[in-house]
């Protein structure tokens, strides 16, 4: 099968989103000492640090950084063929009175995200929650926005969005694959 | 993404050694969520598990029951004490009739060997062994191979040593297929009149004299040891068992240093183990408990919705 | 215009007579239910033939002609468990599968182990496709605690005594049952397996079933057995046949015991000759489960030795029928046994002939004339002025075993689906035909 590819991302343009979302939030939470960021397994947990080390680097503080996986909150578990492969959840701070964001590559259904919110509420009670995300390629299917988005990709709904991160993938490059199959796995929801 | 080459958990033997690691490894995420605040995830919400015990169990119906509860499946209890079973219902007609009820997993306690096989075929839900007969006891294998894992890291090269009803006992039969799929050497140990016929074929060591069995061992996984076979003439005298068999502290000298001592309860104390020995630091047995239900939640969602098409 | 002369005739089949060391093509003439002669088609037979009316001639031309099959080892479950089998159905069957004369076990309920019950069972046999002889109980109810009414059973026709299904565990019984069925020329048959050491075992007691973590029965338990029998039969001077063996040391011992002089018989079935207990664990089918059980593959190539150089002398199948309903349960609760009569030809063909252990005149002698002599029964001979029983066989037919095939009314045997290669195309008893595949087809 031919698939076409489309760079949509370079790691220049990655960092310059990440860049702006971190301005963005800085701008956005008053209180800088009460932020909290999670990133959700497997792409947004390196999202989130670089987040973190950049607010580090512009205002000196350290803002406690956890790792959510969200399988287990999935509403579709039963009807795959294939189980994710569950990882650990690692949110090692208080969630009372924190201005948490939320971390993710792709938005796309908003399902990841209700299935991350029900999460976070397991957890505890945080002050806020605010998300953000490296792309938004539109489809959703519930009523989800985000709060930062590093860009907006048009998409058609079958198209693969493909994130690669350095610390998972030894590049950084966002690019769109079209005419895929539908069941391949790579497909973010 | 990955899955279990079968939809249903009957035994170990013949268990490929990736599906028990992605059981182990699942079961950590699972063993996170048990210390959590709220200890309990979304996962098997809508999926209703009937917990089909032919025998008497506390401990593994209630782990069973407590990770079906943490994954917010709906559970339904079925004992013999509350059943048409005693009216002389047939075991397919019995299962038959549950399934009618729109169940999708069952986990069977029962005491002939092969009923969990038996329960494939006659219904579609996903089937998970609770113990059959002196056949297999899968998850407490399993459970046994998670804490000793957390502990070493790895079961590559142990040496495990299982004491005990070697004959009558589907714990046993259940860790010799995990631990030596996993790597471990395994020796069995006790009375030669607990040994099955043709015990060699097991491909472990076998001992009669626990002193030479504990031996440069890492683990010694201690069975009880049931009062009725005494009654039936298998060895004669509870005192001649513990004097020959019984792990005390004496004993544990010949073990190498990081040793670990494991039980499945409930325990004979004094009989089979001293409670020097059970109460020690090395013994692991109330963590092999709480990891009983990490195993359990990390098989239910495994076989969760995994339907008849997929292949075996 | 039908023949006069002869009532049926058998045209150029392969006769084979084990008993009269005949085994050419030739023709049968029958006449008032006996075997007037067996002749090479010559220019008078070949006219007498043609004088013959359609149905007075069977066309045997490429099919093996045989003395009728005797088996001496089946379970007919009239009277108290009619919807397993019942005398009609079970001699039916033994008719599909070749047999003309058969002995059914006492272990019915009530046990056959008093003249009302053997006439009773006679008298459910008279109009049936087989002869039906009766073996009557050693001891009353098979309780194996006083001798039944031994010499009233043999009045009324019992062969041969067995508590089959159980051991005459008392050594004194057995010692005594011996003694008095010596007084009317009956042997004693006996399931050799002591009760103490099979212990509740459900299946043979080996690798297999101490993986699989069920009860094993020994093979020691059916050793121990036949060995403390043969030495009661040498003591006794009286006639001892062993049912069903089933292990190496049994076979061993009997050889023993033969080279000694003790006059001692024995049967094997086909499921001891063929299946070993590797099978159990692949589906935990209950209809693996028989008693005794099967064995290792070294007891199994020990059965067919003996069978080879007649320590065992003769095929009995132990027919024993179960419902559906009653093997549809756990191993361990299921009842054992399997039916055997309409299976027996084609697996002893699939698995002994066609691998070359036995011929097709040693086999049909081993299920036919001996077992015959074992019991003082007429029959396993085409000797001229003998009795009409014969059984014509499609000796290379394969087919494949179905669940809804059989005439018995049970179906419990784990031989569903084998491929076989030989089959019985029709029965003759006493110069009738009584079973015909071709009209089962039509």
């Given amino acids: 099968m031919t698939v076409a590819t489309k760079a949509v991302l370079d790691q220049k343009k990655i960092a310059r989103a990440i860049t702006r979302i971190t301005h963005e939030i800085l701008e956005q939470v008053d209180d800088h000492k009460s932020l909290g960021i999670i990133g959700i397994l497997t792409r947004g947990a390196p999202i989130a640090r670089r987040i973190a080390a950049q607010i580090k680097e512009l205002e000196k503080i350290d803002v406690p950084v956890g790792l959510m996986d969200i399988s287990l909150y999935r509403d579709d578990v039963h009807s795959k063929l294939d189980q994710p492969v569950v990882q650990t959840t690692d949110i090692l701070f208080e969630l009372a009175n924190r201005n948490v964001i939320l971390v993710d590559d792709v938005l796309f259904t908003g399902r990841t995200i209700r299935a991350a919110l029900s999460q976070i509420v397991d957890f505890g009670r945080p002050k806020t929650i605010q998300l953000a995300v490296l792309v938004d390629r539109g489809h959703r299917e519930l009523p989800i926005k985000a709060d930062y988005v590093g860009v907006n990709i048009p998409t058609s709904k079958n198209d693969m969005v493909v994130v690669k991160l350095i610390e998972n993938d030894g590049e950084d490059i966002v690019f769109v694959e079209t005419e895929k199959l539908k069941q391949d796995k790579k497909g973010k929801n | ?312 | 215009m039908a023949s006069k002369k002869y009532d049926l005739v058998i045209s150029n089949g392969r006769v084979i007579d084990p008993a009269l060391g005949f085994g050419k093509i030739a023709d049968i003439f029958i006449k008032d239910s006996k075997i007037v002669k067996i002749e090479k088609e010559t220019a008078v037979t070949k006219k007498e033939k043609s004088s013959l009316a359609k149905d007075q001639l069977i066309d045997a031309t490429d099919k093996l002609v045989v003395p009728g099959l005797v088996d001496i080892h089946v379970h007919l479950r009239e009277p108290g468990k009619e919807s397993a089998e019942t005398v009609l159905s079970g001699c039916q069957a033994a008719a599909a599968g070749g047999f003309t004369t058969i002995c059914c076990m006492p272990n019915t309920q009530p046990r056959i182990d008093s003249q009302e019950t053997v006439k009773f069972v006679q008298d459910r046999a008279k109009d049936a496709p087989a002869r039906l002889y009766v073996v009557g109980a050693i001891t009353k109810n098979i309780e194996g605690k006083e001798l039944a009414e031994i010499g009233d059973l043999v009045k009324m026709g019992a062969v041969a005594i067995t508590d089959d299904g159980h051991y005459v565990q008392n050594p004194e019984i057995m010692r005594r049952a011996l003694e008095y069925a010596s007084m009317f020329d009956i042997p004693v048959m006996q399931h050799a397996e002591d009760q103490y050491l099979v212990d509740g075992g459900v299946m043979n007691e080996s690798y297999q079933s101490a993986r699989l973590g069920m009860k094993g029965a020994p093979a020691v338990a059916e050793e121990v057995a036949v060995l403390r029998d043969l030495a009661l039969c040498r003591l006794t001077k009286s006639r001892l046949h062993i049912q069903h063996v089933s292990s190496k040391g049994a076979v061993e011992a009997i050889r023993r015991g033969k080279a000694e002089g003790i006059n001692v018989t024995a049967e094997v079935t086909p499921h001891h000759l063929i299946l070993t207990d590797e099978e159990i664990g692949k589906e935990f089918n209950t209809n693996l489960r028989v008693n005794p059980p099967i064995r290792t593959e070294v007891d199994r190539e020990a059965v067919i030795e003996g069978l080879l150089d007649g320590t065992i002398d003769c095929i009995a199948s132990d027919h024993a029928p179960h419902t559906e309903e009653d093997k549809d349960a756990e191993f361990d609760k299921a009842p054992p046994g399997m039916i055997g009569l309409e299976l027996t030809l084609g697996l002893i063909k699939t698995f002994l002939i066609d691998k070359g252990f036995l011929s097709w005149a040693e086999a049909i002698r081993k299920m036919s004339y001996v077992p015959a002599r074992i019991l003082n029964l007429p029959g396993g001979t085409l000797a001229d002025g003998s009795q009409a029983d014969i059984s014509i066989i499609d000796p290379d037919k394969t087919w494949t075993v179905k669940k809804n095939q059989f005439f018995s009314k049970s179906n419990n045997t784990p031989f569903i689906g084998q491929k076989l290669s030989g089959l019985v195309s029709a029965t003759i008893l006493a110069g009738n035909i009584v079973f015909d595949r071709n009209k089962e087809l039509n």
Wanted: glycine share 8%; aromatic share 6%; proline share 3%.
């Fill in chain 2, 1 to 312: 993404m990955s899955k279990l080459s079968s939809r249903h958990l009957l035994g170990l033997e013949n268990v490929p050694r990736q599906d028990m690691e992605l059981i182990l490894d699942t079961s950590v995420t699972f063993r996170e969520v048990i210390d959590r605040t709220i200890k309990r995830v979304p996962t098997l919400r809508g999926i209703t598990v009937v917990n089909l015990f032919y025998e008497a169990s506390t401990r593994t119906r209630i782990s069973f029951e407590l990770a079906e509860k943490r994954l917010s499946a709906d559970i339904v209890n079925f004992s013999t004490s509350t059943s048409s079973v005693k009216k002389g219902e047939s075991l397919r007609d019995t299962v038959q009739n549950i399934e009618a009820m729109k169940i999708d997993m069952v986990v069977v306690r029962h005491g002939s060997s092969g009923a969990p096989y038996f329960l494939t075929q006659c219904m579609d839900a996903n089937i998970i062994n609770g113990g059959d007969g002196a056949h297999e006891h899968p998850t407490q294998a399993l459970l046994d191979m998670f804490t000793v894992r957390e502990k070493y890291g790895s079961l590559d090269g142990l040496r495990v040593v299982l004491v005990g009803d070697i004959k009558h006992s589907r714990v046993i039969r259940s860790n010799i297929w995990g631990f030596k799929a996993m790597g471990a050497s395994v020796a069995l140990c006790g009375p030669s009149t607990l040994l099955p016929y043709e015990v060699e074929k097991f491909g472990c060591d076998v001992y009669t004299d626990i002193d030479e069995a504990l031996d440069g061992a890492d683990v010694v996984n201690v069975m009880r040891i049931q009062l009725e076979r005494q009654k039936s003439g298998l060895f004669p005298s509870q005192r001649e068992y513990t004097n020959l068999f019984g792990i005390t502290k004496d004993r544990l000298k010949r073990l190498n240093k990081n040793y670990t001592i494991m039980h499945p309860g409930p325990m004979n104390r004094g009989v089979e183990i001293s409670s020097e020995v059970a109460d020690s630091k090395n013994s692991v047995i109330l963590e092999q408990v709480t990891n009983g239900q990490a195993v359990r939640m990390a098989v239910l969602y495994l076989l969760s919705g995994r339907k008849e098409e997929e292949g075996s």
